[in-house]
């Protein structure tokens, strides 16, 4: 746990994202495509504090956390791609995704949609007394919409054991979540549930281990919801194709200074240098061979598109 | 006096006219004041019309449709933008229960004079969630007025009309269409809500469309012509009012009738015009009714599925073929 375990990990959603944005421009893949470059040390920090068992709802920016709750790299490929893939057999396509296998409840590209069905897997949690957690993550945006108030109330009330994971990347879409909100910090609003809210370093996985293990902990023990609120920063566009002339000039150069991948090489010695080195190349093996491995996917028999509408 | 415009480029002339020539028009949705929207549509009108009258909201649709209500009832005329169609569900209830209700609720004292604007359908790779047609939803609540542009020239007035209408109109544009050009007619009068067109005459059988299928209905029209059977295509334009005289009047000349549209078959709008026709024009009629729409499935994402299920050119044609050759 810890480096360069978490390295390996952000830096496979990383390698993963790029080489998405490389076949997206290539044609490969036809739907647009929502990147959570920069923000990989959310998925990861928190996903450390998880086990089997325990549920994962994301947003349509999801692929870091479908990565860091160990999603086949393949069958990611392979369904962004429009193929028949193991894991929606092509009908999701990058914002929709979702694997039961690895307990990723999956995206949702109806924003905050995600957190009254988290809420819903938390009370088979409770109900089922599995000892399981449901974490849930959504944008700093979607904190204004109203099925997350709904959902959070609900929560709260029930004691239920959830775990809602905001990433605020200071952006949704084109808009600045300063102009959205009256709150310096959305994570202040937790007191209005009755919640215990945290802000942490969403650039440092490690911080964000030790505030979604608490939250985990407490979840699991029976004492409710939390929030932990995670500063980090877009290095990319909103979607792919995203020109961000709405983002001031050098903010994103200053990002790239702070991001998780490149603040760990920054405080790295030689020997350590070496070994991240290493686990790059790894990583970009691994990322190659799954993309091989997606090719190959056949893309869906149009002969069952009428399949699975019902059981 | 016309222009040539994109599809997108008519929805922004028509928004500057109306923010132009209203100044009681406001005008709100996500990223549309200083990002200009999310396909363009807004672009250069906060600049111009300032934070009072264009202005970006927190992603509420509910909040903010209850806004629009409650501005319209008040005084003003709002014009609401919900980003994709799909995402009005959110704010369903304020549509359904709130926005088309309050005038016949209270016997016409209030009024609620407000615009929907969205747009909608499928596009390659699009997951389900960002590639419905749900013009038969808001069809289906008495109250709403239903308008779906086919071409640049309707995008402009249409979305015109609805902002003069006293009642709350959803302008539902196709995202496909956004960039296809035509004429626009930037000086014509500001048309009364309602009436369908005849867009293609023809002899042997009548192909009602609207949206985006106008343009598949006459691309399918093209092909048919070469194999001897003349059809004729009716853009219905709006759903509420629904102008059937145009279509009895077309089904009287053809003695045939393909209904097209984008969204799944069952209880699609398609069913209410094959409905009436079965009532209104069963006379005529010298063939089964056929309707050409998406099966029962919510959309897939890949395109080898959506090639199955999306209706385009060739699915009318078929339909055509099997009414005029059964
Ligand atoms: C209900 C709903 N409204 C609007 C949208 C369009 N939309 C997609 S992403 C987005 C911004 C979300 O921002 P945020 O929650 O901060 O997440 P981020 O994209 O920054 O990760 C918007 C408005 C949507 N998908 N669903």
Redesign the pocket.
């Known amino acids: 746990m810890g480096l360069p375990d978490d390295y390996r990990l952000m830096a496979r959603i990383r390698r993963f994202e790029e080489r998405l944005t490389a076949l997206k421009d290539a044609g490969e893949i036809p739907g647009s495509i929502?990147l959570c470059n920069g923000q990989e040390a959310v998925p990861v920090g928190a996903c450390r504090a998880l086990r089997d068992g325990d549920h994962v709802t994301a947003?349509?920016?999801g692929h870091g956390w479908a990565i860091a709750r160990g999603v086949d790299l393949t069958g990611l490929f392979a369904e962004m791609m429009g193929r028949d893939s193991a894991l929606c057999g092509g009908r999701a396509a990058s914002p929709y995704l979702s694997d039961p296998g690895r307990w990723f409840v999956g995206e949702n590209?109806?924003?905050?949609?995600g957190v009254p069905i988290a809420t819903g897997a938390a009370l088979t949690a409770q109900r089922t007394a599995s000892g399981a957690v449901s974490v849930v993550s959504?944008?700093?945006?979607?904190?204004n919409?109203g099925n997350v108030h709904e959902a959070l109330n609900l929560a709260a009330v029930l004691d239920l054991p959830l775990v809602l994971v905001v990433?605020n990347?200071v952006?949704?879409?084109m808009s600045r979540?300063s102009d959205m909100v009256r709150v310096k910090q959305l994570a202040e609003r937790a007191a209005g549930y009755g919640l215990p809210g945290r802000v942490v370093d969403g650039n440092d996985p490690d911080a964000v281990y030790d505030a979604v293990a608490e939250a985990v902990d407490r979840a699991r023990e029976g004492s409710g919801p939390s929030i932990v609120e995670a500063m980090t920063e877009?290095l990319v566009g909103?979607y792919s194709g995203d020109a961000q002339h709405y983002r001031p000039a050098g903010e994103i150069a200053a990002a790239r200074l702070r991001e998780p991948l490149a603040r760990i090489r920054a405080a790295a010695d030689a020997d350590l240098t070496a070994r991240l080195d290493a686990i790059d190349a790894e990583v970009d093996a691994e990322i190659e061979a799954a993309v091989t491995a997606a090719r190959a996917v056949p893309h869906p028999d149009p002969a069952t598109a009428r399949e699975h509408v019902y059981v | 006096m016309s222009e040539s415009l994109r599809y997108i480029q008519a929805v922004n002339a028509a928004l500057t006219w109306a923010l132009d020539s209203r100044t009681d028009t406001v005008y709100f949705g996500?990223?549309v004041a200083l990002p200009g929207g999310p396909f363009g549509a807004t672009k250069g009108l906060h600049k111009r019309f300032g934070s009072d009258r264009i202005f970006d909201t927190p992603?509420s649709?509910t909040g903010f449709l209850g806004m629009a209500l409650g501005a319209a009832m008040t005084g003003l005329r709002p014009i609401a933008e919900i980003?994709?169609a799909d995402?009005s569900f959110?704010a369903m209830d304020q549509i359904v229960n709130q926005i088309a209700t309050i005038r016949y609720s209270s016997a016409g004292r209030w009024k609620a004079p407000l615009v929907i604007r969205m747009q909608q359908g499928y596009s390659p790779g699009a997951c389900a969630?960002h590639s419905h047609s749900p013009e038969a939803y808001f069809a289906h609540t008495p109250g709403l007025r239903v308008a779906l542009p086919a071409t640049p020239d309707d995008a402009y007035q249409m979305l015109r009309t609805a902002v003069v209408s006293d009642d709350p109109v959803v302008v539902a544009e196709a995202r496909m269409l956004y960039p296809t050009r035509g004429p626009v007619r930037t000086d014509a009068p500001v048309e009364p809500v309602g009436g369908a067109r005849v867009v293609r005459s023809g002899a042997d059988v009548t192909v009602v469309a609207w949206s985006r299928m106008v343009s598949a209905a006459l691309d399918a029209a093209t092909t048919l012509a070469g194999e001897g059977i003349d059809v004729e295509v009716v853009d219905l334009r709006w759903l509420n009012p629904l102008d059937f005289d145009t279509v009895a009047a077309s089904v009287a000349r053809t003695g045939r009738l393909v209904v097209a549209h984008e969204a799944n078959l069952t209880g699609g709008f398609g069913a209410e015009i094959a409905a009436r026709a079965a009532a209104e024009c069963f006379a005529d009629l010298r063939a089964p009714i056929a309707r050409v729409a998406a099966p029962d499935v919510p959309m897939p994402a890949a395109p080898a599925l959506q090639a199955v299920v999306v209706p385009e050119a060739a699915t009318v044609a078929d339909a055509v073929r099997r009414t005029v050759r059964p």
């Open positions: 929502h947003t349509y920016r590209s109806i924003v905050g949609a959504i944008g700093d945006g979607a904190m919409q990433e990347n952006y949704s879409e979540i877009r909103h | 996500e990223d992603i649709e980003m994709y995402f959110v969630q």
